[in-house]
């Protein structure tokens, strides 16, 4: 059982932190609940938010936290899909808001330092104003690097440049019992014990509260290129795509897209796509220093899309025009969010796209669902969405919750098998949370799931940190 959070408790995290930057209110904390899953579980409040401005003072109030055994649930840019930072046992949500600043650009090696708390967008602008790039990026950027690395997230450019574990050189790390610990460092390789650096990405904020980390950043690709590509069916789309790897060209990103959820788009963002031909569109961008080399590329893709089945290619080669057709790519969740009841972040290898993607098909047939389902097609993460909706007329039709309640867990419980015997995975970037761990035992052997167990038994013994997450 968790300690509650008592006048005494109050009064040292305000000595902490600063009396601005402990909450207790309903109306202010009410805001640190939830995330950006699209349902809220009610009742999740925390007791208290605090937002701490340094390394030391998360050091300190973990370290109340321990001696009073209260939970701590780390809160980033509250962006997650899969209720992460959703503070299910009350206690402390330790907010990184504070802990925004850009500590270094380290030209020499092409890393930078960060807070934990600095967003992606803010990051992404600093970099680009030196001459650097950092590719990773899930689609808010409102999300912050402790976050982004707690939950390992990935992004439609993971194809060609991976997720955020490939960029994170080093950490620091504050133990629940208070100790600060840097595994890795400013390093390229590092073969010194047991990799915790790598175990801390990914661990949603179970085994430890990140402060800052050491990012690697490139030179920027100077040219960029978007095609959209309309298809008639997604089967035509998605055995499309090992066709162009087999031609050596790895683009940046290679997403397949229904036509009703762009259409729902546009007309959510008044914003116009290329084309409405076909039922399903490839996007797929590519990226090169030289421009000779992208038109090679583009002119190679067109070749094979349209030798098979591709109805016609469009490329968006202005920034205008490639600006706009992301803007409608990213807006799809925002669109259709009112009527989903969940998305799936299942991922599978590559090469069982199709097959993965058929039986969506039969499972929407199945029970009479209409289960759009779009993602990064060039790395086998697949986001279909469970819609209490069907798409009729360009429209959203909203459908009967309990009437249907029974079908979309039987038609998620058959996604999820359907992966696991494909080789494939629950989460490929939006971490287990709260809202995927009764499904953890069909995606990782039970050996595996406690081991997992045991590591957070060595970190955290008294289970305060990010309590009810990934598993009981
Ligand atoms: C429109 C939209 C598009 C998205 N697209 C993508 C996408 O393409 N790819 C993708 O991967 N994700 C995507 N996401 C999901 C989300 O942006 C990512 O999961 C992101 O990494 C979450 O970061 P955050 O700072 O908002 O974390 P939060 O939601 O605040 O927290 C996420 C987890 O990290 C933990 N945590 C936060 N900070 C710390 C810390 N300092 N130390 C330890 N643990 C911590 C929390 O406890 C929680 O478990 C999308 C979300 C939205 C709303």
Redesign the pocket.
């Known amino acids: 059982m968790f300690g509650k959070i008592n006048e005494e408790i109050i009064k040292k995290l305000i000595v902490i932190a600063g009396e601005n930057n402990v909450l207790t209110c309903q109306e202010e904390v009410c805001g640190y609940a939830y995330?950006?899953y699209v349902s809220q579980l009610p009742g999740c409040f925390p007791e208290v938010v605090v937002r701490p401005g340094s390394t030391e003072e998360v050091s300190a109030i973990l370290k109340l936290a321990s001696e009073n055994r209260v939970a701590v649930?780390?809160?980033?840019?509250?962006?997650?899909?899969?209720g992460?930072?959703v503070p299910v046992h009350g206690g402390i949500v330790l907010s990184?808001q504070r802990m925004n600043r850009f500590l270094e650009l380290d030209r020499k090696n092409q890393l930078a330092v960060v807070e934990?708390?600095l967003t992606l967008g803010e990051f992404i602008h600093s970099v680009e104003k030196e001459g650097f790039y950092f590719p990773p990026?899930?689609?808010?950027e409102?999300?912050?690097f402790?976050?982004?690395?707690?939950?390992n997230?990935?992004?439609?450019r993971a194809v060609k440049y991976g997720v955020i574990r490939n960029y994170i050189r080093g950490l620091e790390v504050v133990l629940v019992d208070g100790q600060v610990i840097h595994p890795g460092g400013k390093l390229i390789k590092n073969s010194t014990g047991y990799n915790l650096l790598n175990l801390f990405i990914g661990?949603?904020?179970t085994l430890?509260?990140?402060?800052k980390a050491i990012v690697q950043v490139m030179s920027r690709p100077t040219f960029l290129r978007t095609m959209v590509i309309p298809l008639n069916s997604i089967e035509q789309a998605i055995d499309n795509v090992p066709l162009i790897f087999e031609k050596g060209i790895v683009p940046m990103a290679v997403e397949f897209v229904g036509l009703d959820v762009i259409t729902l788009t546009e007309h959510h963002l008044n914003l116009s796509w290329p084309t409405h031909q076909g039922e399903v569109h490839l996007m797929i961008i590519v990226d090169s220093p030289s421009e000779d080399d992208l038109s090679r590329m583009t002119d190679q893709i067109a070749d094979v899309v349209l030798e098979n089945g591709a109805i016609d290619v469009f490329v968006a080669d202005t920034p205008t025009k490639q600006d706009e057709v992301l803007k409608i790519r990213?807006n799809i969740?925002?669109a259709i969010k009112k009527e989903t009841v969940d998305i799936l972040d299942i991922c599978v290898p590559r090469s069982e796209i199709p097959g993965h993607v058929r039986k969506i098909q039969e499972v929407a047939r199945k029970y009479g669902l209409w289960l759009p389902a779009f993602g990064h097609a060039g790395d086998g993460n697949i986001h279909t969405h469970l819609m209490k909706a069907k798409y009729e007329n360009s429209q959203l039709v909203p459908v009967n919750l309990e009437e249907i309640k029974d079908k979309l867990e039987a038609a998620r419980e058959e996604l999820i098998r359907d992966a696991a015997s494909r080789g494939g995975v629950i989460s490929g970037?939006?971490?287990v949370?709260l809202y995927k761990k009764k499904y953890l035992p069909l995606s990782v052997e039970a050996t595996q799931i406690e081991l997992m167990k045991k590591i957070k038994q060595s970190f955290d013994p008294l289970g305060i940190l990010?309590p009810g997450?990934i598993f009981d």
């Open positions: 995330d950006e649930t780390p809160r980033g840019g509250g962006t997650g899909l899969a992460g930072c990184m934990a708390g990026h899930p689609g808010d409102g999300a912050m402790g976050g982004m690395i707690a939950t997230a990935g992004g439609s661990s949603e904020g430890g509260i990140i402060t990213s969740y925002e970037e939006h971490g949370g990010n997450k």
